[in-house]
């Protein structure tokens, strides 16, 4: 954990020494500093892109397929979000020309996944859909990244906040005995920093022999979250 203060403005408003001097009231100082503090985090959810396409002669048969694929993804029981699909005129152009053939369908999902092995469940199930509906359908992945649940991520910053609090109100201890006075938090204004992820682009996946998949584990590397203040100090 590292932390960093700041101090980027100081207003005396009268001469301390002056003002004792003649026995007479004095402004009140105020002092605006920042304050940043971080620390790491291991990731403890694994997210997977799923992206699903079918291409049919009718269009119900490629709703269908992506409403029964749809109940076959609820059955895993995996965390995900998406499920969102789209069915359209399969069309494309040639020799200036656009020429339409059927329809094709798209469906993805985001899969939030607590342990590397669960990918392979998915995945068996997409080979075994490949191969029952062969050409019509096809699938990719994008590259699976260890990331941090935003509970934890939430949990560490309200940590680290509590942590500025403690090293705003020691540095205003530490003013109030270098000015003679009573120095005292007037507010705090955080800005956290959380991990940022990139998105892949998809990677085709190629129908295995078998249903028996073994995909490669991502390393959790861990991540780091910054929350910074603005500090504003009076000293009377």
């Not at 990918?119 to 990719?140: A, G, P, T, V």
């Not at 939430?154 to 003013?175: R, T």
Request: charged fraction near 25%.
């Amino acid at each position: 954990m590292r932390m960093i203060i700041c101090i980027s403005l100081l207003i005396i408003a009268l001469s301390i020494n002056s003002a004792k001097a003649e026995n007479v009231d004095i402004n009140p100082t105020q002092l605006f500093i920042t304050i940043e503090d971080q620390s790491e985090i291991v990731p403890d959810t694994l997210k997977m892109t799923l992206n699903i396409n079918v291409v049919t002669q009718k269009e119900t048969d490629a709703i269908n397929i992506l409403g029964g694929m749809d109940k076959h993804i609820k059955k895993l029981n995996q965390e995900y979000k998406g499920g969102r699909y789209s069915v359209v005129k399969n069309c494309w152009w040639t020799n200036n020309q656009e020429k339409c053939s059927g329809y094709k369908g798209s469906i993805n999902y985001s899969f939030f996944l607590k342990d590397g092995k669960e990918q392979n469940s998915i995945l068996e199930l997409m080979d075994q859909l490949k191969q029952k509906y062969d050409s019509k359908l096809s699938y990719s992945v994008s590259e699976p990244i260890w990331i941090t649940s935003e509970k934890n991520i939430k949990d560490l910053s309200d940590s680290l906040k509590l942590s500025i609090i403690d090293s705003a109100k020691h540095f205003a201890q530490k003013v109030s005995e270098k000015l003679d006075k009573r120095c005292d938090i007037s507010s705090i204004n955080y800005e956290t920093r959380q991990p940022y992820f990139w998105d892949f682009e998809p990677i085709m996946m190629k129908t295995a022999e078998k249903s028996i998949v073994h995909a490669p584990e991502p390393t959790k590397d861990k991540n780091i979250v910054k929350v910074k203040a603005s500090v504003t100090i009076i000293c009377k």
